[in-house]
């Protein structure tokens, strides 16, 4: 029966995924245009498309899933504010769950890309057009070949942001920058038992490639009471319960600053997000 169940509930994801892909690829392509208020308009009516396949989504969910989402602390939220999301991540599930919880309270979820990205087809057209920003970052060992680009990539990553600035957007980072295992956590001599070690460069950038604009943090941690779950769990409808606690604070302007440059700044960014993370692993064995 959880076989069954599996099957039509992935069917369903797949059958609403090309519904609403549909029109979201038509639109992209009169996006192109460049006409910057009928961008600005398309771009609404985009993520109002994008938020369609999350409602159908969440009632797949409730219908085959039948998944209980327990949300502690479920702070004030708006759509006409902009933020910076940050959360756990143990499973694909992980996403679903998020869109489901926050879809309607803030703007449609965002996720940073690297600018290679763009090119791969239809999907590179669909990101674009969902306004996912793009982000180009230079390694240091590429930095040292080529340093007249120092903080090009800062600049271009901007850029692409600028259509931020007007219009309400929720960025997601999961800092750990991949999904927790315990193989990867031994490997990393890590300090948490349920987390991976934050990874503050990134989020350093994406807060300032973004210049100030997000002003508040919504911070997400994710339990799964029963043991991390495969999307195929999900599915099938194993996955009973889901625990999550969230919290929203404002972003303290001295988070904004060039981590690879200047030290002092680079050292308290890390202090910030390491207690933010030992905060994370106290709430999730609060949470068990």
Known sequence: MSFINGVLSGFGYLLNTIFWSIPIIILAIVKLIPFKPLQKVLSYIIDGCASGWIKVNTGN????????????????????????????????????????????????????LKQQLIYIPILGLVWWALDFPFMKRYSKAFLAKYPHLKGKDVESTQKSCEKFQLKPVSVVNFVEGTRFTHTKSESQGNPYESLLRPRAGGLSFALNAMSGRLNQLVDVTIAYPKGIPSFWDFLTGRVKQVDMNISVENIDPKLIGNYDDDETYRINFQQWLNDKWEGKQRLLKDMS
Do not use: A
């Open 61 to 112: 969910q409730k219908i085959f899933s039948r998944t209980h989402i327990n949300v502690k602390n479920f702070p004030e939220l708006s759509t006409k504010q902009w933020y910076m999301v940050i959360s756990n991540h143990q499973s694909w599930v992980d996403i679903l769950v998020l869109q489901r919880v926050l879809s309607g309270k803030i703007p449609f979820l965002k996720f940073f």
